[in-house]
């Protein structure tokens, strides 16, 4: 239990991280990023065999791209990495070459993209039912269909991977209330300290809703406290030439820890990296080092977590990231709304399938990490342009609260999940 201000005391719930898949310190950078491709391949290849079986029996042969000939006309099914050509996709190289080109978009879907399914060995380009519109590069599959010759193929059907089993989720007696954060952005916190100094005055009970506030349990800061956007730099310094902190990043830190020391004396933190702040840039992203926070690492209250972050509350599991695979799932498609694509990742259960192709992750070649190899109940994503929540089922009965969180430094807004129903809404924390 926590002591709050007005002495009432908090709630505190059974905590334990899970997130060790997340931490491996073993990466070998003398291969190729393909073999991430083929890892995945692997493991997904054997859910999607059962899904082949479930769903079309042995009706029709599974067959191996580069053994399609020319001639073969007999329908299959055949199992691959989903790759998308798309000519609006930003390119190192050009970016070498070309120094004065800028990228002045964020959507890179355009009506000449084509779709291509690709194992170990051959590439077909797709045809057919397959639209190319909602899905991205990384995916795994099975497609039913008839090799036409020309490395083209004709999809008639198709599955992923889908969800994952789920344990039963716990029963709670009584209700108890986790809070997602996210872009506090505290290098232009000044524009908004007294938000943030209203979302620590009801953290400790002195607005009152005590009967809220002392059943929360935890906050959970999803990415990007530091600042929500990269700095900007001349485009003729090369892309590869390395950037030290400015003063006003060093600044902004020292502020956040004064702040985060202030909520660690409340109730539990648990603190992700986000693509702006000062971490690993890179996928997964590994907790900020807690010598940046002098004032807030004397309390046990403060967790620093990686990016993405899996952990239990009395045996509710949950799942999430600071935002970054969402957004980039949206760049490369048209899907529009983070909650649809947080929906997708569990179709095609991935949590980043666009890694490495257009979001950078560390070389994993044994085990792909972000596969969801478990189905947690609760899944969330930070940095988002709204809040959204939705709840999804999965064709087995499982149950998913997703959580889309907003930027604070833009909506002052914060979510707020119950425990025992998984009923979500937002928190605003406007003093205009």
Known sequence: MKSNTNGTTRRSLGYENTSQIFLNKKYDYNKQYCSIYLARLQEMEVLLMERVSSKWGDKYPIGKLHKLSDENTEKCVVIGTLFKDQKLKPSIL?????????????????????????????????????????????????????????????????????????????????????????????????????????????????????????????????????????????PEISIITRRTESTETIEAVASFDKFLSQLCQLVDIDLMPGENDPSNHILPQREMHHCMFPLSTIFKSLHCVTNPYSFSLDGLKILGTSGQ?????????????????????????????????????????????????????????????????????????????????????????????????????RIVFDKS
């Open 325 to 425: 695979p969402v957004r980039d799932i949206m760049r490369y498609s048209e899907i529009t709304e983070s909650i649809d694509a947080m929906e997708s990742c569990f179709k095609w259960s991935h949590l980043a399938p666009t890694a490495p192709d257009t979001l950078g992750c560390f070389p994993c070649y044994d085990k792909d990490p972000f596969i969801i190899e478990e189905c947690p109940h609760v899944f969330f994503s930070g940095n988002q342009k709204e809040f959204s929540t939705k709840m999804i089922l999965g064709e087995e009965g499982q149950k998913v609260r997703l959580i889309s969180i907003p930027e604070f430094s833009k909506t002052f807004e914060a979510a707020i999940l119950d425990l025992k129903s998984l009923e979500c809404s």
């Open 94 to 234: 050009k970016q070498l070459t070309e120094p004065s080109v800028i990228v002045n978009t964020i959507h890179f879907t355009d009506g000449s993209d084509k779709l291509f399914i690709e194992d170990e060995i051959q590439r077909f380009e797709l045809l057919g039912s397959i639209d190319l519109k909602y899905v991205v590069t990384g995916i795994s599959c099975a497609l039913l269909g008839t090799s036409m010759g020309k490395g083209k193929f004709m999809v008639n059907d198709y599955l992923f991977p889908g969800y994952r089993n789920q344990v039963e989720r716990p029963i709670f007696n009584d209700s108890a209330f986790v809070i997602f954060l996210s872009g506090i952005d505290f290098i232009h916190h000044e524009h908004y300290m007294p938000n943030l100094q209203l979302l620590s005055c009801w953290i400790s009970g002195m607005l009152g809703d005590v009967d809220i506030v002392s059943k929360v349990t935890r906050i959970i800061i999803a990415g990007n406290s530091i600042k929500s956007s990269s700095e900007k730099h001349n």
